[in-house]
C-alpha cells in the first residue's frame, strides 16, 4: 500500500485493484484496516487512529484515495469534494476505439440497487442525474486503447456506466459490456491524478500514483505520463 502524500491533516495512498476500501459482509480486509495499521505502528499512539473517509473507488478500481487524519480536515474535504473543486483525473483502457479523440460526454444516470448497477439514458427522466466527464483519447495498443477521464461529476460507476454507452466499455468490466472478465476479477480503471486546495494550510495539492507493473498497463505507461504532463502541468 504505497503512501502518495501524508500531512498532519490528510493521507492519501494506492488502492490496489481488487481491495475493499470500507468493510462489507464478506469480511475481507480493507484499506481503511490498512491505512488505521500503518497509522498507529509509525506515530505508536494508544488506542484507534482517527481515519475519516472521503470519498471511495470501485473495488475492481485503482489507485488514489484520500483519507482525513483528523475531524477538521474530514469536514472541510467533504465540502471540497461536495463543491466539485477537485480535479479528479482517470485512466481507462477500453476495448474498442472512441469515435472522438477528445470532448464531453453528459448523459442521464440512474442506479438500479438491486443489481448495484447504473443505467444511461441520453435525455433527462424521473429518478436519473445528471452525469459528465471529459473524454481524452491517448493511444492505442494492437488490442486495446488507453483514455484519459476528468470526472466532473461523481456518481455511481459513472466512468463505467458512460464509457460503455458509447461501445468503449473498459477491459475486464463484465457487468458493462467488456467482452470477458480479469482473472482476478478486476477492471483497468485506475484513480490516477488528483489535485485540490488544502483545507488547512491552501496550497495547491497534487497527487499522481503509479501505473501498474503489468500489461497491458505497461505498455501504457509513458504515453499516460506524457499525456498528463502536457494536458494538465
Known amino acids: 500500500m504505497p503512501i502518495l502524500y501524508e500531512d498532519n491533516h490528510l493521507i492519501a495512498v494506492h488502492k490496489p485493484h481488487g481491495l475493499l476500501i470500507q468493510g462489507d459482509k464478506s469480511g475481507d480486509i480493507t484499506l481503511i484496516d490498512l491505512v488505521k495499521t500503518y497509522l498507529k505502528e509509525k506515530y505508536q499512539k494508544p488506542g484507534e487512529a482517527f481515519l475519516g473517509l472521503i470519498h471511495r473507488i470501485d473495488r475492481p478500481t485503482g489507485g488514489i484515495?484520500?483519507?482525513?487524519?483528523?475531524?477538521?480536515?474530514?469536514?472541510?474535504?467533504?465540502?471540497?469534494?461536495?463543491d466539485r473543486q477537485v480535479k479528479k483525473i482517470y485512466l481507462a483502457i477500453v476495448e474498442n476505439k472512441p469515435t472522438i479523440?477528445?470532448?464531453l460526454l453528459v448523459h442521464y444516470l440512474r442506479k438500479n440497487e438491486k443489481n448495484n448497477k447504473s443505467y444511461v439514458s441520453d435525455i433527462h427522466k424521473n429518478n436519473y442525474k445528471k452525469a459528465e466527464l471529459y473524454l481524452?483519447?491517448?493511444?492505442?495498443?494492437?488490442?486495446?486503447?488507453?483514455?484519459?477521464?476528468?470526472?466532473?461529476?461523481?456518481?455511481?460507476?459513472?466512468?463505467?456506466a458512460q464509457l460503455s454507452h458509447i461501445a468503449c466499455p473498459i477491459r475486464g468490466d463484465l457487468k458493462y459490456?467488456?467482452?470477458?472478465?480479469?482473472p482476478n476479477g478486476n477492471i483497468d480503471?485506475?484513480?490516477?491524478?488528483?489535485?485540490?486546495?488544502?483545507?488547512?494550510t491552501g496550497n495547491k495539492i497534487s497527487i499522481t500514483t503509479k501505473i501498474p507493473e503489468?500489461?497491458?498497463?505497461?505498455?501504457?505507461?509513458?504515453?499516460?505520463?506524457k499525456w498528463l504532463d502536457k494536458v494538465y502541468f
Open 65 to 82: 484515495v484520500i483519507f482525513a487524519k483528523t475531524s477538521k480536515a474530514l469536514t472541510k474535504m467533504n465540502k471540497i469534494f461536495h
Open 101 to 103: 479523440d477528445n470532448g
Open 136 to 160: 481524452n483519447y491517448i493511444t492505442s495498443s494492437s488490442k486495446y486503447h488507453l483514455l484519459g477521464i476528468e470526472l466532473l461529476t461523481g456518481r455511481h460507476h459513472q466512468i463505467r
Open 177 to 182: 459490456g467488456a467482452r470477458r472478465s480479469l
Open 189 to 200: 480503471l485506475l484513480s490516477y491524478y488528483l489535485e485540490f486546495i488544502h483545507p488547512i
Open 214 to 225: 503489468y500489461n497491458p498497463w505497461q505498455f501504457f505507461k509513458i504515453p499516460a505520463k
